[in-house]
């Protein structure tokens, strides 16, 4: 088993930043994909960033230029850098953790993210006011 657990989300107003942050009890994957989702009220979960073991990165278009994915391996500590935040950024935020090579591509195709990604963390809450 592996618990993940959110931390960095809060109330900015637009145009401002902020750091999410997802620590992992453990690795249990030599090969795996990390990834960052939301979800806004009444809103499907989507993908939002995947981080593979490699270190090859992926992003939803709608954040490509303003959020940055990375981790840090010797911390089992993974980090989302949102930057220029917009109000429809607005949305509950959860990393995951697939065992494999990322499968983010599929998800920002439409399928469920819930295919791919085993292990969720309980999310972190992320307000852009205008």
């Known amino acids: 088993q592996v618990q993940l657990v959110e931390s960095g989300g809060g109330s900015v107003q637009a145009g401002g930043s902020l750091r999410l942050s997802c620590t992992a009890s453990r690795l249990i994957y030599s090969t795996y994909c990390m990834g960052w989702f939301r979800q806004a009220p009444g809103k499907e979960r989507e993908g939002v960033a995947g981080?593979?073991?490699?270190?090859?990165?992926s992003y939803a278009d709608s954040v490509k230029g303003r959020f940055t994915i990375s981790e840090d391996n010797a911390k089992n500590t993974l980090y989302l850098q949102m930057n220029n935040l917009k109000p429809e950024d607005t949305a509950m935020y959860y990393c995951a953790l697939q065992r494999g090579m990322c499968r983010l591509s599929r998800v920002f195709a439409g399928d469920d993210p819930f295919t791919y990604f085993g292990f969720w963390g309980q999310g972190t809450q992320v307000t852009v006011s205008s």
């Open positions: 981080i593979d073991s490699d270190g090859s990165t």
